[in-house]
């Protein structure tokens, strides 16, 4: 009777939310989450991403953090991702320390990854597509602007096909909708906040942050840390094995081919995941994306079926992040 039960749930949740997609699908889509920079680029994982980094630092960009993403067993393949930030870009997409939140749609991440059919790719996130989710449709356009400079850039640096596809998942409207979804900032979720917003307040709180990370039991580790507080934030960036290698290999089922058999390497650059501290008036706040509406903003193209087949991901991968952070808080 159970089973019978969770079918039919099962059923009612797929009915809506093939309902909800058919209905969106009316409205072209515009955005890709990701974007290919270069295709069959010619070197190693390694000289490749050497290449990036130097394009990146004599661009005015910093790079603050990289790492080997973790993939599913049986993956041949190999991803390097990238952390790079720009002062004035970031002070742009907080709107001058006015809006931190903007800071969830930060840093830049590049992935330099190893594919069957087009040989080395450079991918990185689409700055529009982030720049009007999280700081607003009139930033779009300069975030193209950066993206476009910063394609060039890489492209020079590293050789290859230019390639301008889009791809992950592609929304006409800012938010990712049907369960789960909404809006932002409506998807933050608040894990402590504390009077008191001078640089000093978030700079205790990002130490603290810092210790939780450092002794946490979950398996996550820094990868970088963004120090802004004349604009109102600090941000960490976290990530984790078991976290990365799941995310692909179920982002991969529907894309899945006898030669490919995780494609879902092309969503490397949706990690780390983001920890911001930032000023909210006279408090100085700690939040996180809840989880599922993160989830669903990177990986929505893996289906619905891969959501409802993995219903409690989400919510493992937020508690483990909560307990970190509160640990942290508590010494």
Same mark, same amino acid.
């Given at each position: ?9 099962? &059923?009612?949740v ?17 955005y ?10 010619p070197?190693s ?14 661009? !005015?960009?910093?790079? =603050?953090?990289?790492? !080997?993403?973790?993939?599913? +067993?049986?993956?041949? $393949? ?21 809006? /931190?939140?903007?800071a969830f #749609? ?8 190893t594919?069957p059919?087009?040989?080395?790719v450079v *991918?990185? &996130?689409?700055l ?6 999280? *700081?607003?449709?009139?930033y ?13 850039a %890489?492209?020079?640096?590293v ?17 990712p909708? #049907? ?5 932002? /900032?409506?998807?933050?979720?608040? %894990?402590s ?6 640089n000093? !307040? ?7 942050l810092?210790?939780? =990370?450092?002794?946490?039991?979950g398996g996550?580790?820094?990868v ?7 604009i109102?934030? %600090?941000? &960490? ?9 799941h995310?692909?290999e ?9 030669t490919d058999?995780?494609?879902g390497?092309?969503h490397s650059?949706?990690?780390? %995941?983001?920890?911001?501290i930032?000023?909210?008036? !006279?408090?100085t ?5 809840g989880e599922?509406?993160r989830?669903k903003? $990177?990986f +929505?193209?893996a #289906?619905?079926m891969?959501?409802?087949?993995h219903?409690?991901? /989400? ?14 808080? +508590?010494?």
């Open positions: 009777m159970k089973r019978i039960k969770l079918k039919l749930l099962l &059923l009612l797929s009915a809506f939310l093939s309902t909800f997609l058919i209905a969106g699908s009316a409205f072209a889509a515009s890709g989450v990701f974007t290919k920079v270069a295709v069959n680029v070197g994982i390694s000289s490749v991403s050497q290449k990036v980094e130097s394009a990146l630092n004599s661009h !005015n960009w910093t790079v =603050i953090g990289k790492f !080997n993403t973790s993939l599913p +067993a049986g993956d041949s $393949y190999n991803s390097t991702v990238i952390v790079a930030t720009n002062g004035v870009y970031d002070k742009y997409m907080a709107d001058n320390g006015n809006y /931190p939140l903007g #749609g930060l840093p830049l991440r590049v992935a330099v990854y594919t059919n087009q040989g080395v *991918s990185m &996130l689409n529009p597509a982030l720049a009007r989710t999280f *700081s607003g449709n009139s779009v356009n300069y975030a193209a602007g950066v993206s476009n400079h910063l394609k060039n %890489i492209r020079d640096a050789g290859g096909t230019p390639s301008n596809t889009q791809y992950g998942p592609m929304r006409s409207g800012r938010f909708g #049907g369960i789960g979804g909404g809006s932002f /900032p409506g998807s933050v979720d608040q %894990i906040n504390y009077s008191g917003s001078a000093s !307040n978030l700079r205790g709180v990002a130490g603290l810092l210790k939780g =990370i450092e002794h946490n039991n996550w580790h820094l970088y840390k963004i120090e802004k507080p004349s109102g934030f %600090i941000e &960490l960036g976290v990530t984790r094995s078991s976290t990365e290698r995310s692909i179920i982002d991969s089922g529907a894309r899945a081919t006898s058999k995780f494609p390497i092309d650059p949706a990690y780390p %995941i983001e920890i911001l930032y000023r909210d008036g !006279n408090y706040d700690v939040s996180i994306l599922m509406w989830m903003y $990177y +929505a193209d #289906g619905i891969a959501f409802m087949t219903m409690g991901m /989400p919510g493992s991968i937020q508690g483990s992040m909560k307990q970190m952070i509160l640990y942290g808080l +508590a010494y």
